[in-house]
């Protein structure tokens, strides 16, 4: 049985920082891409940013880029989300997911295993 559990959401004033972290078992961690999406309310689920395998190969969503970074230990089965300099449009529920493409998706419908997700507010 795969889960995926994310950790480290919360409430942060604008311009603070934040870092989630997303713990997997059940699966061949090494062999996913992992990647992380968010939820604002009202809104549809998008994506934010993925890591290939390794983690040599990262993408970001332009309105994230340079802000946020993603990090993986394969060691260890996590995948992090350090989020720098926040902004009231960052608050969303963020999940971590895991794909078994071979290259790096930044497309919903390819992540098979999700987790329940984390509360991120930013205040303004």
């Known amino acids: 049985q795969v889960q995926l559990v994310e950790s480290g959401g919360g409430l942060v004033q604008t311009g603070g920082s934040l870092r989630l972290s997303c713990a997997a078992s059940?699966?061949?961690?090494?062999?996913?891409?992992m990647g992380w999406f968010r939820q604002a309310p009202g809104k549809e689920r998008e994506f934010v940013a993925a890591?290939?395998?390794?983690?040599?190969?990262?993408y970001y969503a332009d309105s994230v880029k340079g802000r946020f970074t993603i990090s993986r230990d394969n060691a260890k089965n996590t995948v992090a989300l350090q989020m720098n300099s926040l902004k009231p449009e960052d608050t969303a529920v963020y999940y971590c997911?895991?794909?078994?493409?071979?290259?790096?998706?930044?497309?919903?419908?390819?992540?098979?295993?999700w987790g329940q997700g984390t509360q991120v507010t930013v205040s303004s």
């Open positions: 059940g699966l061949t961690f090494r062999n996913h891409v």
């Open positions: 890591s290939s395998w390794s983690g040599r190969n990262t």
């Open positions: 997911a895991a794909s078994p493409r071979v290259a790096v998706t930044t497309t919903m419908g390819n992540y098979d295993y």
